[in-house]
């Protein structure tokens, strides 16, 4: 397993968090990290308790709840048993805490986390999506694919195309 690291979380005074079902600030100051890694267990993020940061400490998405919202708010996935998963099921990376299946490869060594996690804005949350039940297999699309929604399910009904089927005309 891996130590986690500690980071530091820098924020505007006027800046406040939009849109959090509680309105709580960002955390300020000193925080935990901990690696996230892909299918390959390379680092492909860090988890702060907020938030996924990239490598270079740019905000990823946003955790709330074990679910994860992208930088615009929308439903992505889950966190559970330290396996992220796209509302699809399917697993797109790991904590080192994490249990499979899928079977997990092994871990590289972890890279420096960021020094620093530069200010950002929280989203307004939009409807949360009901998520498949968590698949034991991995994403094809990988943790890029995950992080602009790839493996999204579960369209909100008002928005839902009607299922006939093809050249039926209706």
């Given at each position: 397993?891996?130590?986690?690291?500690?980071?530091?979380?820098?924020?505007?005074?006027?800046?406040?968090?939009?849109?959090?079902?509680?309105?709580?600030?960002?955390?300020?100051?000193?925080?935990?990290?901990?690696?996230?890694?892909?299918r390959a267990g390379l680092v492909c993020a860090w988890m702060l308790p907020?938030?996924l940061v990239g490598r270079a400490g740019g905000t990823q998405a946003w955790?709330?709840?074990?679910?994860?919202?992208?930088?615009?708010?929308?439903?992505?996935?889950?966190?559970?048993?330290?396996?992220?998963?796209?509302?699809?099921?399917?697993?797109?990376?790991?904590?080192?805490?994490?249990?499979?299946?899928?079977?997990?490869?092994?871990?590289?060594?972890?890279?420096?986390?960021?020094?620093?996690?530069?200010?950002?804005?929280?989203?307004?949350?939009?409807?949360?999506?009901?998520?498949?039940?968590?698949?034991?297999?991995?994403s094809t699309y990988g943790w890029s694919g995950f992080l602009i929604a790839?493996?999204?399910?579960?369209?909100?009904?008002?928005?839902?195309?009607?299922?006939?089927?093809?050249?039926?005309?209706?």
């Open positions: 397993m891996h130590a986690s690291t500690t980071v530091i979380q820098n924020r505007l005074s006027a800046e406040w968090p939009a849109g959090s079902p509680a309105d709580q600030p960002a955390i300020v100051g000193a925080a935990t990290v901990e690696p996230v890694f892909d907020d938030r955790l709330v709840d074990g679910a994860l919202y992208s930088r615009v708010g929308t439903h992505i996935g889950i966190l559970r048993s330290g396996l992220f998963s796209g509302t699809d099921g399917l697993v797109s990376g790991f904590l080192s805490c994490a249990v499979g299946p899928p079977s997990l490869p092994p871990q590289e060594s972890t890279p420096p986390a960021p020094s620093s996690v530069p200010p950002a804005l929280r989203p307004r949350w939009k409807p949360r999506h009901v998520s498949a039940a968590p698949s034991e297999e991995w790839t493996g999204r399910t579960g369209v909100p009904p008002w928005r839902g195309r009607p299922r006939f089927p093809a050249g039926t005309g209706r």
